[in-house]
Nanobody
Framework: QVQLVESGGGLVQAGGSLRLSCAAS????????VGWYRQAPGKQRELVAS???????TYVDSVKGRFTISEDNAKNTMYLQMNDLKPEDTAVYYC??????????WGQGTQVTVSS
């Protein structure tokens, strides 16, 4: 199975930026669409951004205009650029196939904490 490793999370002040990376042990192309999920305390896991094989992207309304999903197929790596971060963005972020019903294995995720 493809192993996914998320990185790039950390502590940031509201209004700051972070860039998350998702490294795959094998090609993620065959699993597209792929995307970034997050799970905040007391909430269910939510798909916040996705990218298809033709490069089309989707975003949940709460992050639209602030987050950008991208990929480097040669490196089997996906990214999530997060700008103008808000306290409500605080969560553990994961990458996987989209929608969630297609996800077969989960990595450890990376913690994003935004202070007010």
């Amino acid at each position: 199975q493809v192993q996914l490793v998320e990185s790039g999370g950390g502590l940031v002040q509201a209004g700051g930026s972070l860039r998350l990376s998702c490294a795959a042990s094998g090609s993620i192309t065959i699993f597209k669409p792929v995307g970034w999920y997050r799970q905040a305390p007391g909430k269910q896991r939510e798909l916040v951004a996705s990218i298809s094989s033709n490069g089309r992207t989707t975003y949940v309304d709460s992050v639209k205009g602030r987050f950008t999903i991208s990929e480097d197929n040669a490196k089997n790596t996906m990214y999530l650029q997060m700008n103008d971060l808000k306290p409500e963005d605080t969560a553990v972020y994961y990458c996987n196939a989209a929608p969630q019903s297609r996800a077969l294995n989960w990595g450890q995720g990376t913690q994003v904490t935004v202070s007010s």
